[in-house]
């Protein structure tokens, strides 16, 4: 049973920069896709990123493309999101999941971390 952590969020000014991780336990983590989807009060939950096993493939929404990237080091059984130039609308609760494929629905995520939360004032 693959268990997932976050970590990173907090407070942060428009424009600036947090990093999220998300510790995996289990001895499979390199061979499976992970993900990044957020969760604003009174919204549903909504992808932000993909990484494949290897972390030679990602894709990202188009809201965050350029300004958020995925990573991942699999001899830490940890994935990342750096994100920079954060906005107001970046706030909310940030969740990493394990895929059973690449892809950006809810349903094609299995196993769910508790979410750290993040927060950008203007």
């Known amino acids: 049973q693959v268990q997932l952590v976050e970590s990173g969020g907090g407070l942060v000014r428009a424009g600036g920069s947090l990093r999220l991780s998300c510790a995996a336990s289990?001895?499979?983590?390199?061979?499976?896709?992970m993900g990044w989807f957020r969760q604003a009060p009174g919204k549903e939950r909504e992808f932000v990123a993909a990484?494949?096993?290897?972390?030679?493939?990602?894709y990202y929404a188009d809201s965050v493309k350029g300004r958020f990237t995925i990573s991942r080091d699999n001899a830490k059984n940890t994935v990342y999101l750096q994100m920079n130039s954060l906005k107001p609308e970046d706030t909310a609760v940030y969740y990493c999941?394990?895929?059973?494929?690449?892809?950006?629905?809810?349903?094609?995520?299995?196993?769910w971390g508790q979410g750290t939360q993040v927060t950008v004032s203007s």
């Open positions: 999941a394990k895929s059973t494929g690449l892809g950006s629905r809810t349903y094609e995520y299995d196993t």
């Open positions: 990484i494949s096993w290897s972390g030679g493939s990602s």
């Open positions: 289990g001895r499979t983590f390199s061979s499976y896709a």
